[in-house]
C-alpha cells in the first residue's frame, strides 16, 4: 500500500488553485491504482509510459497537475494487447480492464483499468484506497506504428476519422448513419451485423484501422485515440527508453524523450494555464449524481 504523510489529504492551494480534500484522497486512489498497474507491468514484462496531462504533471508539478482529476497511459499496441488477454486472477481484486474487446457497450477504443465497479463505502474499500468511495482508473492509450509512405499516412487517418464521425453520428441520427454503413463495409472489407452492437462493431473497424501498419518498423508511433480530429504522431526514437520520475509519493516511467513529445503537444509546457481543464472537473460529480438517481429510483420503487 502506497505511503502518504498525514498532512498529504488536507485541502490546498497549488499554483493557486485550490483542490478540496476528497481530491487529494483520489489522488492517492489513483496513485494505489498506478502502483497495482506498474506491479503488474513489471511481472509481466508490459511496457508503459506516463501520456498526456500525468507526462506534463511528472515532468511540470512532480505528480499531478493541480486542476486535473486522472490518469493518462500510453502502451505499445503489443504490450497493450497483451495486457487486455491477461486472466482477471492476474489482476488485484476488485479491479477490471474495460476495453471494446471484453464489454461490447465501452464507449472508446481506448481501455480503463479500473479499481471497482461501483461507489463504495465499506470500511474496507475506504482504508485500501485512502478514504475515496469512487470509481478510479488508468485511460491506457496503445501506440500504433504509421507507414513510412504519407499518402497512406493521410488515407489511415481519414479512413478512421470517418468510422469515428459515423459512431457520433449514430448517437444523434440513428438512420443517417445507418445508411452509410454500406460505404465503410466496402471501404473495410467487413460485414456489420446490424441486428447488434452496431457502436461496438465499429469500434473494432476502427481499432483493425489504427493496427493497419503494425507489421511496419520504419515510420513514426500514434496515439489515434486522442481525438478524431487530430491524432498524435510522435518519433519512435522517443519512446526507445523508459526514464523513472517522481510522482507524488510515488514514481512513473516516462518516455526518454519526454521533452519532445511535451512540446509537440502543448508548447511552451513548463507555462501552468491554472484551471484548464479538458474534462468535468471534478470526475466524481458524475459518479455523484448516478449513485443519487438510483437511490432516487429504488425509493420511488419501493413507494409504488
Same mark, same amino acid.
Given at each position: 500500500m502506497a505511503d /502518504?504523510? *498525514?498532512?498529504?489529504?488536507q485541502a490546498e492551494t497549488r499554483d493557486g488553485f485550490f483542490i478540496e480534500a476528497m481530491m487529494k484522497c483520489s489522488w492517492a486512489a489513483y496513485v494505489? &491504482?498506478?502502483?497495482?498497474?506498474?506491479?503488474?507491468?513489471?511481472?509481466h514484462g508490459l511496457r508503459y509510459f506516463a501520456a498526456y496531462g500525468t507526462l506534463l504533471g511528472a515532468v511540470r508539478h512532480k505528480g499531478f497537475i493541480p486542476w486535473d482529476d486522472d490518469?493518462?497511459? /500510453?502502451?505499445?499496441r503489443e504490450d497493450y494487447m497483451?495486457?487486455?488477454h491477461l486472466p482477471v486472477s492476474e489482476l488485484p481484486s476488485?479491479?477490471? &480492464?474495460?476495453?471494446?474487446?471484453?464489454?461490447?457497450?465501452?464507449?472508446?477504443?481506448?481501455?480503463?483499468?479500473v479499481n471497482s465497479s461501483k461507489i463504495d463505502y465499506s470500511p474496507e474499500h475506504l482504508q485500501r484506497f485512502h478514504g475515496c468511495p469512487y470509481v478510479v482508473g488508468l485511460d491506457i492509450y496503445p501506440l500504433d506504428n504509421l507507414s513510412d509512405n504519407e499518402s497512406e499516412i493521410a488515407s489511415q487517418a481519414e479512413l478512421l476519422r470517418h468510422v469515428l464521425q459515423i459512431i457520433q453520428l449514430y448517437? *444523434?441520427?440513428p438512420q443517417e448513419a445507418l445508411e452509410l454503413l454500406p460505404e465503410i463495409e466496402s471501404l473495410c472489407n467487413v460485414r456489420l451485423d446490424r441486428g447488434s452492437n452496431l457502436k461496438n462493431q465499429l469500434l473494432r473497424v476502427a481499432e483493425n484501422i489504427c493496427q %493497419?501498419?503494425?507489421?511496419?518498423?520504419?515510420?513514426?508511433? &500514434?496515439? /489515434?485515440?486522442?481525438?478524431?480530429?487530430?491524432?498524435?504522431? %510522435? *518519433?519512435?526514437?522517443? /519512446?526507445?527508453?523508459a526514464l523513472r520520475m517522481p510522482f507524488e509519493t510515488s514514481t512513473i516511467p516516462v518516455p526518454a524523450g519526454w521533452h519532445e513529445i511535451l512540446t509537440y503537444i502543448y508548447g511552451n509546457y513548463m507555462t501552468p494555464r491554472c484551471g484548464l481543464q479538458?474534462?468535468?472537473y471534478p470526475f466524481y460529480r458524475k459518479q455523484e449524481r448516478i449513485l443519487a438517481e438510483a437511490i432516487l429510483h429504488e425509493r420511488n420503487s419501493r413507494g409504488k
Open positions: /502518504f504523510p *498525514k498532512d498529504y489529504f494505489e &491504482v498506478l502502483e497495482a498497474f506498474d506491479a503488474l507491468c513489471i511481472r490518469m493518462d497511459i /500510453f502502451m505499445p497483451r495486457l487486455l476488485g479491479y477490471a &480492464v474495460h476495453s471494446i474487446y471484453e464489454n461490447n457497450i465501452h464507449p472508446q477504443h481506448f481501455s480503463i483499468l448517437y *444523434k441520427t %493497419m501498419y503494425n507489421d511496419t518498423t520504419g515510420g513514426d508511433l &500514434v496515439s /489515434f485515440t486522442a481525438t478524431p480530429k487530430r491524432f498524435h504522431r %510522435m *518519433k519512435r526514437e522517443w /519512446f526507445q527508453e479538458m474534462h468535468d
